[in-house]
């Protein structure tokens, strides 16, 4: 199962291809956060990790911290026809909500 491409199917550490199973189970980049999450479910298979509740939110949080998806952001921004500007609108006004 191939993480979907953006510009090319290499991992950044330079250790493999951008899969699903080697961001959550092999990427030398995210040991940190598989140490914390996924490595306490005592699994190495990503397939096992996806399929329990457990293993779904781990994967979850991993993603969401390692901010992976990130890059496809712009590309679905441009599908949807919202500009540079519209965003950091919208972050701008996230912010003030906050306050």
Same mark, same amino acid.
């Given at each position: 199962?191939?993480?979907? /491409?953006?510009?090319?199917?290499?991992?950044?550490?330079?250790?493999?291809?951008?899969?699903?199973? =080697?961001?959550?189970? $092999?990427?030398? $980049?995210?040991?940190? *956060? #598989? *140490? @914390?999450?996924?490595?306490?479910? =005592?699994?190495?298979?990503? $397939?096992?990790?996806?399929?329990?509740?457990?293993?779904? #939110?781990?994967?979850? &949080?991993?993603?969401?911290?390692?901010?992976?998806? +990130?890059?496809? &952001?712009?590309?679905?921004?441009? @599908?949807?026809?919202?500009?540079?500007?519209? #965003?950091? +609108?919208?972050?701008?006004?996230?912010? +003030? +909500?906050? /306050?």
């Amino acid at each position: 199962m191939r993480v979907p /491409e953006a510009t090319s199917p290499d991992c950044k550490c330079s250790e493999g291809a951008i899969t699903v199973e =080697h961001v959550l189970m $092999k990427c030398s $980049k995210w040991s940190a *956060e #598989r *140490e @914390e999450l996924i490595t306490p479910l =005592h699994t190495t298979s990503v $397939k096992e990790v996806l399929t329990s509740k457990a293993g779904g #939110r781990a994967a979850i &949080k991993m993603i969401q911290r390692t901010k992976i998806l +990130e890059q496809f &952001k712009a590309m679905v921004e441009q @599908e949807e026809g919202r500009t540079t500007k519209d #965003r950091e +609108e919208e972050e701008e006004g996230s912010e +003030e +909500e906050i /306050e």
